[in-house]
């Protein structure tokens, strides 16, 4: 059997890619907790709040425009969330969602804030800030999880936090 070099340059190639985006997108949060005294009162008990809405999404299916716990799409999760865990109402786009509030600086961001980045020319996504380099958001290949700021692709594609509560609950 021939095998075709450029064809098969061309799978190996792709196969590496593959893995290394999974690998990038596959890190695991510290949910221990060794990192929560950090957090003001009020922060936690935010926190306590979207954590609970989060124990009911978890792992609710990507799907883009859903808005249910069969497939949901990241902003409808974060909308809901915000309604259900803080009873602020937010727009249902992303594209909408990063106009409101205020741009928070990297460092200054707390619970509850908005956390958004670029990840291609035209696409954006958002979460919310869990503290400690934490976020919630609804990822398109795994549903609804916690993922981590300082993982490097969500790092190499952040954008911007907004708080559009004053100060978070």
Known sequence: MFLNPLSHLSRV??????????????????????????????????????????????????????????????????QN?????????????????????????????????LVFFKTSYTTRHVGIYLGNKQFMHASTSKGVIISRLDNPYWAGNFWQFRRVMSPPL
């Open 81 to 113: 969330a915000f309604s259900s865990a803080l009873q602020v109402k937010l727009p249902r786009t992303t594209k909408t969602q990063v106009e409101i509030g205020q741009e928070i600086d990297y460092d200054q961001a707390k619970v509850g804030d």
């Open 13 to 78: 190639l792709m196969s590496l890619l593959t893995t290394s985006l999974l690998v990038a997108c596959s890190s695991s949060p510290d949910f221990s907790g060794r990192q929560s005294s950090s957090l003001s009162a009020q922060e936690l008990a935010t926190k306590h709040q979207l954590m609970a809405v989060y124990q009911i999404w978890q792992g609710a299916p990507y799907r883009l425009g859903g808005e249910s716990l069969n497939g949901v799409d990241c902003s409808a999760f974060v």
